[in-house]
C-alpha cells in the first residue's frame, strides 16, 4: 500500500513540474482542470473501492452481472468495440456524473474576477480639519482607507511578498505545490490546508465566503487564475494592500500602519513594516497589542530572516531593524474636537445617507481650525473649573467667520467624556434662553420702524396688564431706574425696563418675523412668547444665535454657517465643495439681505461703544479691547440658569455660554461681565493673537448714513450745557432742532427729582443683562 501511494505522489508531483514549464494561461488553466478531476475521480474511485471492499465482507449472494457488447457502430461495423463490465461501467459514468455536477455547481456560483474592481468596498469616511488634520473616521465594521501602490514603500511589499508569497512573481495565481499539499492533506488526513498565494488571499477576502471547504478551496484557485489573466501584478498587490484584516477593525495597509504606529505607511520603518507583513497570516496571534505581544516580534524576525533570504535586504539591515524599538500609537479613542465631529456626521447623514457615510469612503473636509479648537477647549475646561465657585458646572463657545459662515471652533461642553454630567451634550446646539443677547433683535425692529440711536426712552417703573396673566412689571438687573435715557444707553448697558417698552411699542410679532429672517430656527409657535421675549424669554440655538449676530457684522446680509468645506469620494471626485474665501469673500458667499445695511451698523456700533455700556459694566470691564471695535452683548436669564456673551469683529466671532445642563440656577452674583465673558474674552485674545499679522478690520459705516451732533439728554441736536455725541441717522430721522440751555437746565433739575423718587420704589433683583 505504501509503495502503491509513493507511485501515486511521484505521478502527480510529474504533473506538476510539466505544468511549472508551460507558459500559455489558457493551456494551464485546462491543465489544471484536468488534474483537479483526475484528483476528485481518484478521491470517489477510492471512496467507492473501499465500500465495495465492505461489501465483500458481508457474505451475500455471489452476484454475476452478464456481459455487455454495444451494438457496431452503423458507419464501421468492421471495427469492433471492446467489451465492458456492467460494474465498471456504472462506475465510470458515476463519476463522470459527479464530477460534472461537481464542476457545474462551482461554475454557476463563481462570481467575476473583474468584481475586484466593481464591487462596493467598505471603506472609512474621514473627517479633516481645515489643515488635512484627520479628526474623526467613520466606519461599520471595517475600518479602511484606500492608498495606491506608489504610496507604499518598497521594502514593506518586499517584506509581504517574503513572508506570504515568495514566488508571486513567478506563478499565475496559485502554487501547485500548495494545492498539491492541501488537497493530499484534506484527502488522506482530513485537514484543509492553506498554501494560499496572495491571489488567492485576495481572492479568499474579497469575493468568497469564509468557510473552510474543499468547493471554496477550488472556487479560490479558479478565481486566482482568472484575477492573474485579468490584472497585473501591480494590480494585484494594490487591491491585496487595500483589502486584508491586519487585527481589530484595521483593514489595509495603511489602517494598519495608522492604528499600530500612528503614522501612514508611507512613513513606516523598515522594522515596522517588518512587524505588519506578518500579521495577515494571523491578526490576533501576532498582534502586538494581544496577549503573547512577543509572539509579535517573533514574528517579526521570522519576516526579516525571509527578507534576507530572499535577497531584499541585508543581514546587517535585517539586524538593525530587529534592535530598532517600536514606539506603539496609545489605543485610545481617535476622535478630536467630538462636538464638533458629530454635529458634521449629521449634516453628512443627512445628505449622503447613513451607508455612504458609513461604508463610502468620504473624504470631508471642515472649516475647523485645529489650533484654535484646542485653545477653546482647553480655555473653557479651566474657566468652569475657576467658576465652581458660582455654581456654574458647565460652558460651551463657538466661533465662526461671519463674512463666510466658517465654524472655526465649537466647544459643546467643558468635557465631552465627563458621562456623569453629560459631557456629551452639544450645547452649541441645545435651545436655551439667551437673556440680554436677543435684545439686538427687538432694537433692530424699531430702528427699521423710526426709532434712532439718539431716541429718548424713559426708564421708569411700569406694570403690564396681560388678561388672564399676573401684572408684568419689569426690572432692571441693578434694581434700579434710571430715568430718561438713549436707545443707544439702553441697549449698551443692557437696561430691561427700556428694552419691553421698545417692544410694547411695535409688537411681539414683528421682533419674531424679524428674529426668523435674521436666522433663528426655535421661534415657530409664536402664541407662546410676550413682552418677556425681549429679556429671553425665547429659547434659542447658539448656532442660530452666531448667525443672527454675524449678519450685524456683514451690514444686514445673512450667511448661513458652512462648516463643511469639501466632500469627495474614494476616487476624488469632488461631490461637494464650498469656495468662499478671497478677498471679498461675502461677494462670492451668496448672502441674503435681511436686514437694512444701516440699521446693522448701527446696532454694530452701539454694542462697539464702550462708553455707552461704561454706567452698567464700567470703562474696563473684560468686554472693552483695547486696540480694537468691538462689538459686544451679555445675557443673562432672570432664573439664573443660562449666561451668555457674543461679540464679534468684521471677520470673526465668538459665543460663550455658561450654567448648568440639569437646569439648576447659578449663583446670583454670576452675570454677563463674571461669568461667560472671561471665557469670551481669553478666547477673543487667542483670536487677535491669531490676526496680529494681518489687516485690523474696523467697520464702516454704510452709504446713506447722515452723521450728527446730539445732545444724550433730550435727543436734540446738540446745545450749550448738554453733553454731545455724534450719531448716525437713517435720512430723514435725524433731529430738526436743537435743544436750548435752559430747558437742559429744568431737565437736570427733573432727573434729580426722579431719582429720588425712585429710590423710594422697593424693586426686586433682576439679572437680565
Not at 467624556?417 to 425692529?445: C, E, H, M, W
Amino acid at each position: 500500500m505504501a509503495d502503491r501511494r509513493k507511485k501515486i505522489f511521484s505521478w502527480q508531483f510529474s504533473i506538476f513540474n510539466l505544468l511549472e514549464l508551460i507558459g500559455r494561461p489558457v493551456l494551464r488553466l485546462f491543465l489544471v482542470a484536468c488534474y483537479l478531476s483526475l484528483v476528485a475521480l481518484a478521491f470517489i474511485g477510492k471512496l467507492t473501492l473501499q465500500l465495495i471492499k465492505s461489501l465483500r465482507q458481508i457474505k451475500l449472494p455471489q452476484l454475476i452481472l452478464p456481459k455487455i457488447t454495444l451494438p457496431p457502430l452503423p458507419r464501421f461495423p468492421h471495427i469492433p468495440l471492446p467489451k465492458i463490465s456492467s460494474l465498471k461501467l456504472i462506475i465510470l459514468s458515476t463519476g463522470l456524473l459527479i464530477i460534472l455536477m461537481f464542476y457545474l455547481t462551482i461554475l454557476r456560483n463563481l462570481p467575476s474576477p473583474r468584481q475586484l474592481t466593481t464591487r462596493n468596498q467598505f471603506l472609512t469616511t474621514k473627517i479633516r480639519a481645515r489643515d488635512g488634520t484627520v479628526l474623526f473616521k467613520i466606519y461599520k465594521d471595517e475600518n479602511r482607507s484606500l492608498i495606491p501602490l506608489s504610496s507604499i514603500p518598497n521594502f514593506m511589499t518586499q517584506a509581504t511578498i517574503a513572508i506570504e508569497d515568495k514566488d508571486f512573481y513567478r506563478h499565475g495565481g496559485f502554487s501547485y505545490r500548495g494545492i498539491l499539499r492541501a488537497i493530499t492533506r484534506n484527502v488522506f488526513h482530513h485537514q484543509l490546508q492553506g498554501g494560499s498565494t496572495i491571489t488567492q488571499q485576495l481572492v479568499k477576502n474579497a469575493l468568497l465566503t469564509p468557510e473552510k471547504t474543499f468547493t471554496r478551496k477550488i472556487k479560490e484557485v479558479i478565481l486566482a487564475i482568472g484575477v492573474e489573466l485579468t490584472y497585473s501584478k501591480d494590480d494585484i498587490l494594490k487591491m491585496y494592500f487595500n483589502e486584508v484584516g491586519y487585527g481589530g477593525t484595521a483593514y489595509g495597509i495603511e489602517e494598519a500602519a495608522q492604528m499600530y504606529f500612528g503614522k501612514s505607511v508611507t512613513n513606516v520603518t523598515l522594522a515596522q513594516a517588518a512587524l505588519l507583513a506578518g500579521l495577515p497570516a494571523a491578526p490576533t496571534t501576532y498582534s502586538p497589542f494581544g496577549a503573547y505581544p512577543e509572539l509579535a516580534l517573533s514574528r517579526q524576525h521570522e519576516v526579516l530572516r525571509r527578507m534576507v533570504e530572499d535577497g531584499y535586504v541585508t543581514p546587517q539591515e535585517a539586524e538593525t531593524a530587529k534592535t530598532e524599538k517600536l514606539i506603539y500609537a496609545p489605543q485610545t479613542i481617535a476622535i478630536k474636537a467630538p462636538h464638533f465631529v458629530m454635529y458634521v456626521k449629521d449634516l453628512l447623514v443627512k445628505t449622503y445617507g447613513e451607508t455612504t457615510i458609513n461604508q463610502g469612503g468620504l473624504d470631508v473636509t471642515t472649516s475647523l481650525d485645529p489650533e484654535l479648537q484646542n485653545q477653546a477647549q482647553t480655555i473653557v475646561t479651566q474657566e468652569i473649573g475657576q467658576l465652581r465657585r458660582l455654581h456654574i458646572g458647565n460652558g460651551a463657545a463657538l466661533v465662526t467667520n461671519p463674512q463666510t459662515g466658517e465654524i472655526l471652533s465649537m466647544v459643546g461642553s467643558k468635557d465631552y467624556f465627563d458621562f456623569a454630567q453629560d459631557g456629551q451634550v452639544n450645547v452649541t446646539l441645545a435651545s436655551r434662553q439667551p437673556g440680554s443677547s436677543i435684545k439686538p433683535v427687538n432694537y433692530a425692529v424699531a430702528l427699521a420702524s423710526g426709532f434712532t440711536p439718539a431716541t429718548i426712552i424713559d426708564d421708569s417703573p411700569i406694570t403690564y396688564q396681560v388678561p388672564g396673566q399676573p401684572p408684568y412689571a419689569p426690572r432692571n438687573y441693578d434694581s434700579k431706574f434710571h430715568g430718561p435715557v438713549t436707545l443707544r444707553t439702553a441697549l449698551a448697558s443692557s437696561y430691561n425696563v427700556p428694552a419691553v417698552k421698545t417692544l410694547s411699542t411695535f409688537g411681539v410679532a414683528k421682533m419674531i418675523e424679524l428674529g426668523q429672517r435674521l436666522g433663528i430656527t426655535t421661534w415657530n409657535d409664536s402664541s407662546r412668547f410676550g413682552l418677556s421675549l425681549t429679556l429671553g424669554g425665547g429659547e434659542v440655538r447658539m448656532v442660530d444665535m452666531a448667525v443672527v449676530y454675524a449678519t450685524l457684522a456683514n451690514q444686514g446680509l445673512r450667511v448661513d454657517l458652512h462648516p463643511i468645506l469639501k466632500v469627495t469620494d474614494p476616487h476624488g471626485k469632488i461631490l461637494e465643495q464650498f469656495d468662499c474665501g478671497g478677498a471679498n469673500p461675502l461677494d462670492r458667499c451668496n448672502p441674503q439681505p435681511v436686514l437694512n445695511p444701516q440699521v446693522a451698523y448701527q446696532l454694530t456700533d452701539i454694542l462697539s461703544d464702550n462708553a455707552a455700556r461704561s454706567p452698567a459694566f464700567g470703562s474696563r470691564s473684560v468686554l472693552n479691547v483695547p486696540g480694537h471695535q468691538v462689538a459686544v452683548k451679555t445675557g443673562t436669564t432672570q432664573n439664573l440658569r443660562d449666561n451668555w456673551t457674543i461679540g464679534f469683529v468684521p471677520n470673526r466671532l465668538v459665543a460663550v455660554w455658561v450654567g448648568n445642563n440639569d437646569n439648576t440656577p447659578m449663583s446670583y452674583v454670576a452675570s454677563g461681565i463674571t461669568g461667560a465673558s472671561s471665557i469670551w474674552r481669553a478666547i477673543f485674545d487667542v483670536i487677535l493673537r491669531q490676526l496680529a499679522d494681518q489687516p485690523v478690520q474696523t467697520f464702516s459705516p454704510p452709504a446713506n448714513l447722515i452723521k450728527v451732533a446730539i445732545c444724550t439728554l433730550t435727543g436734540q441736536l446738540a446745545c450749550a450745557g448738554c453733553p454731545a455725541k455724534e450719531e448716525y441717522f437713517l435720512p430723514g430721522t435725524q433731529p430738526q432742532t436743537a435743544c436750548t440751555p435752559e430747558q437742559i437746565e429744568q431737565l437736570k433739575e427733573k432727573q434729580q427729582q426722579d431719582q429720588a423718587s425712585r429710590d423710594k420704589i422697593l424693586t426686586g433683583a433682576s439679572t437680565d443683562n
